[in-house]
Protein backbone atom coordinates (compact mmCIF):
# COMPACT_ATOMS: atom_id res chain seq x y z
CA UNK A 1 0.00 0.00 0.00
CA UNK A 2 1.18 3.79 -0.73
CA UNK A 3 1.19 5.54 2.84
CA UNK A 4 1.79 9.43 3.65
CA UNK A 5 3.80 10.10 6.85
CA UNK A 6 3.21 13.56 7.35
CA UNK A 7 5.79 14.66 10.21
CA UNK A 8 7.95 11.65 8.75
CA UNK A 9 10.89 13.72 9.84
CA UNK A 10 10.05 13.48 13.13
CA UNK A 11 10.62 11.70 16.42
CA UNK A 12 7.42 9.37 16.26
CA UNK A 13 6.77 9.64 12.23
CA UNK A 14 10.00 8.61 11.28
CA UNK A 15 10.30 5.55 13.24
CA UNK A 16 6.92 4.49 11.76
CA UNK A 17 8.16 5.05 8.71
CA UNK A 18 10.73 2.73 8.84
CA UNK A 19 8.52 0.18 10.44
CA UNK A 20 6.17 0.96 7.50
CA UNK A 21 8.91 0.18 5.07
CA UNK A 22 9.97 -3.10 6.59
CA UNK A 23 6.59 -4.10 6.50
CA UNK A 24 6.45 -3.65 2.61
CA UNK A 25 4.32 -0.77 2.16
CA UNK A 26 5.38 2.40 -0.42
CA UNK A 27 6.17 5.19 1.83
CA UNK A 28 5.81 9.30 1.17
CA UNK A 29 6.84 11.74 3.96
CA UNK A 30 5.75 15.61 4.25
CA UNK A 31 7.61 17.48 6.60
CA UNK A 32 8.58 21.12 6.25
CA UNK A 33 11.58 20.53 8.50
CA UNK A 34 10.55 23.09 10.79
CA UNK A 35 11.33 20.75 13.78
CA UNK A 36 12.24 16.86 12.00
CA UNK A 37 15.54 16.70 11.15
CA UNK A 38 16.84 15.54 7.26
CA UNK A 39 18.71 12.66 8.93
CA UNK A 40 16.01 10.86 10.45
CA UNK A 41 14.22 10.12 6.77
CA UNK A 42 14.49 6.78 5.73
CA UNK A 43 16.44 6.45 2.30
CA UNK A 44 13.82 3.78 0.49
CA UNK A 45 10.88 6.65 1.34
CA UNK A 46 9.89 9.47 -0.86
CA UNK A 47 10.45 12.70 0.85
CA UNK A 48 8.08 15.71 0.07
CA UNK A 49 8.74 18.71 1.96
CA UNK A 50 5.87 20.63 2.47
CA UNK A 51 3.53 22.37 4.68
CA UNK A 52 0.25 20.18 5.67
CA UNK A 53 -1.49 23.35 5.08
CA UNK A 54 -0.13 23.94 1.68
CA UNK A 55 -2.41 24.49 -0.88
CA UNK A 56 -0.06 22.47 -3.39
CA UNK A 57 -1.01 19.35 -1.42
CA UNK A 58 -3.74 18.77 -3.51
CA UNK A 59 -1.62 17.89 -6.60
CA UNK A 60 0.27 15.76 -4.37
CA UNK A 61 -2.81 13.58 -3.30
CA UNK A 62 -4.28 13.71 -6.64
CA UNK A 63 -0.78 12.34 -8.18
CA UNK A 64 -0.08 10.21 -5.55
CA UNK A 65 -3.48 8.12 -4.53
CA UNK A 66 -2.66 7.17 -1.02
CA UNK A 67 -4.57 4.13 0.90
CA UNK A 68 -3.52 5.69 3.61
CA UNK A 69 -2.77 8.92 6.44
CA UNK A 70 -0.64 9.03 8.97
CA UNK A 71 -1.04 12.58 10.70
CA UNK A 72 1.71 12.70 12.89
CA UNK A 73 2.55 16.70 11.73
CA UNK A 74 1.79 18.98 14.53
CA UNK A 75 2.68 21.70 17.11
CA UNK A 76 4.01 20.18 19.99
CA UNK A 77 4.65 22.75 22.22
CA UNK A 78 2.26 22.80 25.06
CA UNK A 79 3.45 26.10 26.49
CA UNK A 80 4.10 28.12 22.88
CA UNK A 81 0.53 26.90 22.28
CA UNK A 82 -0.39 29.09 25.43
CA UNK A 83 1.71 31.80 23.74
CA UNK A 84 0.53 31.76 20.69
CA UNK A 85 -2.79 29.78 20.09
CA UNK A 86 -3.61 31.13 16.99
CA UNK A 87 -0.48 29.56 15.64
CA UNK A 88 -1.51 26.62 16.84
CA UNK A 89 -4.32 25.99 15.54
CA UNK A 90 -3.37 26.87 12.21
CA UNK A 91 -0.85 23.96 12.15
CA UNK A 92 -3.24 21.51 14.58
CA UNK A 93 -6.46 22.20 13.32
CA UNK A 94 -6.65 24.03 10.32
CA UNK A 95 -3.10 22.10 8.88
CA UNK A 96 -4.70 18.95 9.66
CA UNK A 97 -8.02 19.52 8.07
CA UNK A 98 -6.47 20.17 4.78
CA UNK A 99 -5.37 16.39 5.00
CA UNK A 100 -8.54 15.17 5.87
CA UNK A 101 -10.35 16.79 3.28
CA UNK A 102 -7.57 15.95 0.63
CA UNK A 103 -8.22 12.56 1.98
CA UNK A 104 -11.73 12.11 1.64
CA UNK A 105 -11.68 13.93 -2.08
CA UNK A 106 -8.59 11.32 -2.90
CA UNK A 107 -10.19 7.97 -1.55
CA UNK A 108 -8.41 7.36 1.48
CA UNK A 109 -9.63 4.25 2.98
CA UNK A 110 -7.98 5.17 6.56
CA UNK A 111 -6.27 8.23 8.73
CA UNK A 112 -4.30 7.34 11.76
CA UNK A 113 -3.61 10.54 14.51
CA UNK A 114 -1.47 11.44 16.53
CA UNK A 115 -3.73 12.41 19.68
CA UNK A 116 -2.88 13.42 23.24
CA UNK A 117 -3.60 11.04 26.60
CA UNK A 118 -2.63 13.82 29.07
CA UNK A 119 -3.43 17.27 27.13
CA UNK A 120 -6.96 16.08 26.07
CA UNK A 121 -8.16 14.64 29.72
CA UNK A 122 -6.17 17.57 31.96
CA UNK A 123 -6.80 16.93 35.36
CA UNK A 124 -7.98 13.41 35.96
CA UNK A 125 -10.71 12.80 37.67
CA UNK A 126 -9.77 9.33 38.19
CA UNK A 127 -6.37 6.68 37.95
CA UNK A 128 -6.25 5.75 35.08
CA UNK A 129 -7.93 7.83 32.37
CA UNK A 130 -10.10 5.93 29.81
CA UNK A 131 -11.40 6.66 27.12
CA UNK A 132 -14.71 7.78 28.71
CA UNK A 133 -13.04 10.26 30.98
CA UNK A 134 -14.11 13.93 30.40
CA UNK A 135 -12.04 15.71 28.38
CA UNK A 136 -11.13 18.93 29.50
CA UNK A 137 -7.65 20.03 28.12
CA UNK A 138 -6.36 23.05 29.68
CA UNK A 139 -4.12 24.17 26.41
CA UNK A 140 -4.88 25.62 22.98
CA UNK A 141 -2.69 22.13 21.87
CA UNK A 142 -5.12 20.18 24.02
CA UNK A 143 -8.16 21.90 23.17
CA UNK A 144 -6.83 21.38 19.14
CA UNK A 145 -5.94 17.58 19.45
CA UNK A 146 -9.40 16.94 20.52
CA UNK A 147 -11.08 19.16 17.82
CA UNK A 148 -8.54 17.10 15.27
CA UNK A 149 -10.60 13.65 16.75
CA UNK A 150 -13.48 15.44 16.62
CA UNK A 151 -12.99 16.03 12.58
CA UNK A 152 -12.29 12.52 12.55
CA UNK A 153 -15.52 11.41 13.74
CA UNK A 154 -17.37 14.07 11.53
CA UNK A 155 -15.96 12.78 8.12
CA UNK A 156 -16.13 9.43 9.09
CA UNK A 157 -19.97 9.92 9.78
CA UNK A 158 -20.44 11.97 6.10
CA UNK A 159 -17.99 10.45 3.87
CA UNK A 160 -17.11 6.84 5.34
CA UNK A 161 -13.20 7.46 6.24
CA UNK A 162 -11.71 5.21 8.92
CA UNK A 163 -9.91 6.33 11.45
CA UNK A 164 -7.61 5.38 14.81
CA UNK A 165 -7.09 8.09 17.07
CA UNK A 166 -4.12 7.18 19.53
CA UNK A 167 -4.05 9.11 22.63
CA UNK A 168 -0.57 8.75 23.18
CA UNK A 169 0.83 9.03 26.85
CA UNK A 170 4.68 10.35 27.65
CA UNK A 171 6.38 8.38 24.53
CA UNK A 172 9.83 8.18 25.07
CA UNK A 173 13.12 6.68 23.17
CA UNK A 174 16.17 7.15 20.64
CA UNK A 175 15.44 10.04 17.90
CA UNK A 176 13.59 12.38 20.15
CA UNK A 177 14.41 15.95 20.20
CA UNK A 178 16.65 16.55 23.39
CA UNK A 179 15.51 20.31 23.32
CA UNK A 180 12.63 22.15 24.26
CA UNK A 181 10.05 21.56 26.72
CA UNK A 182 8.76 18.01 25.56
CA UNK A 183 10.23 14.90 26.97
CA UNK A 184 12.07 15.00 29.81
CA UNK A 185 13.68 11.56 29.58
CA UNK A 186 15.34 13.00 26.31
CA UNK A 187 16.51 15.90 27.65
CA UNK A 188 17.77 14.39 31.05
CA UNK A 189 19.55 11.98 28.72
CA UNK A 190 21.33 14.29 26.56
CA UNK A 191 21.80 16.67 29.53
CA UNK A 192 23.99 14.37 31.81
CA UNK A 193 26.40 13.03 28.69
CA UNK A 194 26.65 16.82 28.38
CA UNK A 195 27.89 16.98 31.53
CA UNK A 196 25.25 20.01 32.77
CA UNK A 197 22.84 19.82 35.43
CA UNK A 198 19.04 18.90 34.72
CA UNK A 199 16.03 20.82 35.99
CA UNK A 200 13.06 19.29 38.26
CA UNK A 201 10.14 21.59 38.60
CA UNK A 202 8.73 21.15 41.47
CA UNK A 203 8.98 18.24 43.99
CA UNK A 204 9.33 15.66 41.58
CA UNK A 205 6.08 13.67 42.51
CA UNK A 206 4.95 14.44 39.62
CA UNK A 207 3.78 11.25 37.75
CA UNK A 208 3.39 10.36 33.97
CA UNK A 209 2.63 7.50 32.11
CA UNK A 210 5.73 6.12 29.91
CA UNK A 211 5.49 4.79 26.76
CA UNK A 212 8.51 3.38 25.12
CA UNK A 213 8.46 4.37 20.93
CA UNK A 214 9.30 0.48 19.92
CA UNK A 215 5.57 -0.03 21.31
CA UNK A 216 3.87 3.38 20.06
CA UNK A 217 5.34 1.89 16.31
CA UNK A 218 3.66 -1.64 17.17
CA UNK A 219 0.53 0.10 18.04
CA UNK A 220 0.34 2.42 14.84
CA UNK A 221 1.12 -0.72 12.99
CA UNK A 222 -1.75 -2.62 14.64
CA UNK A 223 -4.39 0.17 13.91
CA UNK A 224 -3.23 -0.25 10.20
CA UNK A 225 -3.89 -3.62 10.04
CA UNK A 226 -7.37 -3.67 11.63
CA UNK A 227 -10.77 -2.54 10.51
CA UNK A 228 -11.16 -0.82 14.41
CA UNK A 229 -12.36 3.02 14.04
CA UNK A 230 -12.43 5.08 16.85
CA UNK A 231 -10.19 6.39 19.83
CA UNK A 232 -7.82 4.33 21.85
CA UNK A 233 -5.06 5.22 24.75
CA UNK A 234 -1.83 3.87 24.14
CA UNK A 235 0.59 3.89 27.33
CA UNK A 236 1.69 1.16 29.61
CA UNK A 237 -1.23 1.65 32.49
CA UNK A 238 1.63 2.56 34.80
CA UNK A 239 2.39 5.88 36.77
CA UNK A 240 5.90 6.96 37.29
CA UNK A 241 7.27 9.68 39.28
CA UNK A 242 10.23 12.54 37.93
CA UNK A 243 12.19 11.91 40.57
CA UNK A 244 12.38 8.30 39.94
CA UNK A 245 13.30 8.91 36.08
CA UNK A 246 15.86 11.14 37.47
CA UNK A 247 17.55 8.47 39.58
CA UNK A 248 17.03 5.99 37.05
CA UNK A 249 18.78 7.96 34.73
CA UNK A 250 21.59 9.01 36.59
CA UNK A 251 22.14 5.75 37.45
CA UNK A 252 22.66 4.43 33.32
CA UNK A 253 24.73 7.53 32.57
CA UNK A 254 27.07 7.52 35.22
CA UNK A 255 26.31 11.58 35.84
CA UNK A 256 27.53 12.81 39.13
CA UNK A 257 25.56 15.59 39.36
CA UNK A 258 22.13 16.24 41.16
CA UNK A 259 19.06 17.93 40.37
CA UNK A 260 18.41 21.38 40.65
CA UNK A 261 14.90 22.15 41.71
CA UNK A 262 12.97 25.25 40.06
CA UNK A 263 9.33 26.37 41.13
CA UNK A 264 6.94 24.01 39.68
CA UNK A 265 5.04 25.27 36.39
CA UNK A 266 2.07 26.87 37.03
CA UNK A 267 -1.00 24.65 35.58
CA UNK A 268 1.55 21.26 35.36
CA UNK A 269 -0.54 17.85 35.57
CA UNK A 270 0.81 16.12 38.88
CA UNK A 271 -0.58 13.08 37.81
CA UNK A 272 -1.33 11.61 34.61
CA UNK A 273 -1.55 7.87 33.91
CA UNK A 274 -4.44 5.96 30.89
CA UNK A 275 -6.27 2.85 31.20
CA UNK A 276 -5.22 0.32 28.31
CA UNK A 277 -7.96 -1.92 28.54
CA UNK A 278 -9.77 -0.87 25.31
CA UNK A 279 -6.30 -1.03 22.82
CA UNK A 280 -6.14 -4.69 24.03
CA UNK A 281 -9.84 -5.62 22.99
CA UNK A 282 -9.30 -3.01 19.65
CA UNK A 283 -6.18 -3.33 18.28
CA UNK A 284 -4.89 -6.60 20.05
CA UNK A 285 -1.93 -4.37 21.28
CA UNK A 286 -0.19 -4.37 24.72
CA UNK A 287 3.11 -2.88 25.15
CA UNK A 288 6.13 -5.31 25.39
CA UNK A 289 9.17 -2.94 26.66
CA UNK A 290 9.59 -2.26 29.96
CA UNK A 291 10.09 0.69 31.54
CA UNK A 292 13.84 -0.46 32.90
CA UNK A 293 14.75 -2.02 29.47
CA UNK A 294 13.22 1.49 27.50
CA UNK A 295 15.81 3.68 29.22
CA UNK A 296 18.42 1.65 29.22
CA UNK A 297 18.14 1.92 25.26
CA UNK A 298 17.40 5.77 25.09
CA UNK A 299 20.58 6.19 27.18
CA UNK A 300 22.61 4.26 24.71
CA UNK A 301 21.28 6.11 21.91
CA UNK A 302 22.11 9.29 23.68
CA UNK A 303 25.60 8.51 24.78
CA UNK A 304 26.38 7.66 20.95
CA UNK A 305 25.23 11.46 19.88
CA UNK A 306 27.13 13.55 19.27
CA UNK A 307 27.10 17.13 21.06
CA UNK A 308 25.63 20.45 19.73
Not at 82 to 89: E, L, M
Not at 134 to 157: C, V
Not at 202 to 212: A, C, E, I, L, S
Request: include cysteine.
Amino acid sequence: MRILVTGGAGFIGSSVADALLAAGHEIDILDNLSTGLRKNLPAQAKFIEMDIADEALKEVFEERQYGAVYHFAAQLDVRRSVDDPKFDTEVNVLGMLNILQLSVATGVKKVMFASSGGAIYGEQDYFPADEKHATEPASPYGINKLAGEKFLQYFNQTSGLEFVALRFSNVYGPRQNPFGEAGVIAIFSYRMFDGKQCIIFGDGKQTRDYVFIEDVVSACLKALETNYTGIVNIGTGVETDLLTIFTELKRLTGADKDAQHDPAKKGEQMRSVLNIGKVKDALGWEPQVSLQDGLAKTVEFFRNQEKV
